[in-house]
């Protein structure tokens, strides 16, 4: 039997001397470690050993040197517990298994880092909003501004015209930016001329572009002319279409272009027209990717102020037309109610970001179960069911 020498030449592939039986798990070819499904008792050992060191060495320093800063001490245990945590496993496994391990340990705390922000900052609006949003539920929900004033209680103002213009808003958006942003991604994951980069390039542009820019845009070309009767949901809607397009244009292209190119040569090769394979192969294929697309274009612009700001103009009542009149909107009343004076306004306005944020999450997941669906599936208007005829029809 051949032993198998790692890249030092002088320890066992199985392990170094001392790791026996236990050593890392080997593919089929024994040549390489072998990544475990679950963490084992050996691992979950030494990182608590790696832990424990990095933490009585960090606070020995702090201590002798006097310094009182919790986050930097934290801060420093992790870079503590990060290196002797790689070096136990390179002196255990070799460097190939040490690198994958300080890999997932770094990836694993990225993610935990930003889920404790996302967590602390939904947390907070939790625990400010939810005696405002469960004082009379669902009162607040419904109601309307009208009655604010000087002597308003939490209990008498509502968000209800604030929900309905942000869902309408949002919805007009989508419609009109979902079949723009899905065809100009399709010509150009199809296309490789001078227009096609242009268009590649103002897209890119308008990715970073910031949001007043869009509420400017849309209020000197549609709100101006108009003067008072400009301002409007449909306004504020292409308003947000216009931060929308290119975050839906450029996460679709790039589902676009993922799709096997196999699937869209067998169905030219069957005849059919290029409208056809798009409409019927590409983009069902990609249905999960598009849908994952325009969460993230909803995502942009669920909570923007500014382009509300300048053309819906907000209105205390309900307005039900968006094509006529101002219409309110929740990042909107939030701007207005936080620097209204008084106990009542600010504790609205955490109600109201309580709502906004439940609004957003209930539209992610109806995004989430339309997309859920197999690919290639069909729910196209225009689809025949056909029927199996006997050989008497």
Same mark, same amino acid.
């Given at each position: ?46 990182? *608590?050993?790696? =832990?424990?060191?990095? !933490? #009585?060495? &960090? ?6 040197? @006097?310094?009182?800063?919790? $986050? ?38 990225? *993610?935990?880092? =930003?889920?404790?922000? !996302? #967590?602390? &900052? ?6 400010? @909003?939810?005696?405002?949003? $469960? ?259």
């Amino acid at each position: 039997m051949t032993t198998l020498l790692d890249p030092r030449g002088a320890v066992p592939a199985d392990g170094p001397p001392g790791a026996g039986p236990g050593g890392p798990p080997t593919d089929a070819g024994g040549d390489r470690p072998r990544r475990p499904r679950s963490l084992t008792v050996a691992t979950v050992l030494e990182m *608590a050993g790696a =832990a424990a060191s990095g !933490l #009585a060495l &960090v606070w020995t320093v702090f201590t002798v040197a @006097g310094i009182s800063a919790p $986050f930097g001490m934290a801060v420093c245990w992790f870079g503590a517990f990060f290196t002797i945590y790689g070096l136990v496993c390179w002196r255990l496994y070799g460097p190939i298994l040490a690198k994958d391990r300080m890999a997932t340990l770094g990836i694993w705390a990225g *993610a935990l880092v =930003a889920l404790f922000a !996302l #967590a602390a &900052v939904i947390g907070y609006v939790l625990l400010k @909003g939810f005696t405002v949003v $469960f004082s009379g539920f669902p009162h607040f929900l419904y109601a309307d501004m009208s009655q604010l004033g000087g002597t308003a209680k939490v209990t008498d103002v509502g968000v209800g015209p604030a929900i309905v213009g942000t869902i309408e808003q949002v919805a007009l958006a989508t419609v009109m930016t979902v079949p723009l942003g899905v065809l100009t991604a399709t010509y150009l994951v199809g296309s490789d001329g001078l227009f096609s980069r242009t268009v590649s390039a103002v897209v890119d542009a308008m990715t970073g572009a910031p949001a007043i820019i869009a509420g400017l845009f849309v209020y000197l070309l549609w709100v101006q002319p108009r003067h008072t009767a400009g301002k409007s949901g449909l306004a504020a809607a292409m308003a947000l279409a216009v931060m929308m397009l290119p975050v839906v244009t450029r996460a679709a292209e790039e589902v676009v272009a993922i799709v096997p190119g196999s699937l869209r040569e067998a169905a030219l090769a069957l005849g059919a027209p290029e409208w056809r394979v798009l409409l019927r192969v590409v983009l069902p294929a990609a249905r999960a990717g598009l849908i994952t697309a325009v969460i993230l274009g909803v995502a942009r612009i669920a909570g923007e102020t500014a382009p509300v700001l300048f053309n819906a103009g907000g209105f205390a009542r309900y307005n039900w037309n968006p094509f006529s009149g101002q219409q309110d909107d929740l990042p909107f009343r939030v701007y207005e109610l936080i620097f209204q004076p008084g106990r009542v306004p600010v504790a609205a306005a955490w109600g109201a970001s309580l709502v906004l944020v439940f609004v957003v999450l209930v539209l992610f997941v109806i995004a989430r179960l339309l997309g859920s669906s197999q690919p290639g599936r069909s729910f196209a208007p225009w689809k025949i069911v056909r029927r199996n005829r006997g050989p008497e029809e």
